[in-house]
């Protein structure tokens, strides 16, 4: 990930605005199958106990790398990169995020979007203006569980309203579970994976969390984590999904 400062100029335009923490100019594992730009977003409204990008959710922190950064890299890179994908932080949380997906798009590139589903709304705007070709859509737990996971209430209903979102407009997408051993998303995924999938969801990944850029402060390996997780996967799998990807850490 670059960090440069985030250079305000006399002419912004609207994408200028987005907050950027950090810029991969090259990535082949946000969006599978594809050669991606990546970029960080800063802040996030949640604060998921394993999240592993600790230092992206506070709202307050200014950007390091300036979106002019951003079009230069794809102004060099048109015809050797698939796309932009937008993370972070959570990318929904800046209204901006729009304009910079257009601009992204009227370069010629496409965009994906990893999102933890807490905007619904904007996230449907952005779907129907046709600015996201791809999302990669995190559920994390059951909806009882949810609040103990994102530190936040009233999560859970905004994620399956994302997901509805998806689903209702044939956006392509992924949804995704992170499982940490001994905890609810390990006991929940997969009847997750299960809900997910009865909604209509058709590709799916389950992934290990993992230790780097968390807290330290919960478990990423215990006594027979791999072999639960493999057995969690193989029930996930015989789910039957057009396709469906176990990350181990
Ligand atoms: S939603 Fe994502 S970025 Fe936000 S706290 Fe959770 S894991 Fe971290």
Redesign the pocket.
Known sequence: MTHAAAVPTSNARPADCLVIAGLVPMSTVDWPDHLTATIFTQG?????F?????D??DTRTPGAVAWQEVRDLLGRRRGLLDGVVFT???ALRQDCLADAAREVKDMGFQVGL???G?YPRRLRDLVEDGLVDWVGL?V?ALPEHYAQ???RPNAAQKVWDSLEVLLASGTDMEVRT?AVPGDVTADDAVEVARRVHEAGARVYALQQARGRGTSGTFPVAAPGWDAQCERMAADIEAMGWERFTYRPA
């Open positions: 996030c409204p949640w604060n998921c394993y999240c592993h990008n600790r992206l959710i972070g932080g959570e990893h999102t933890a807490m995190d994390k996971v994102v530190g992170t």
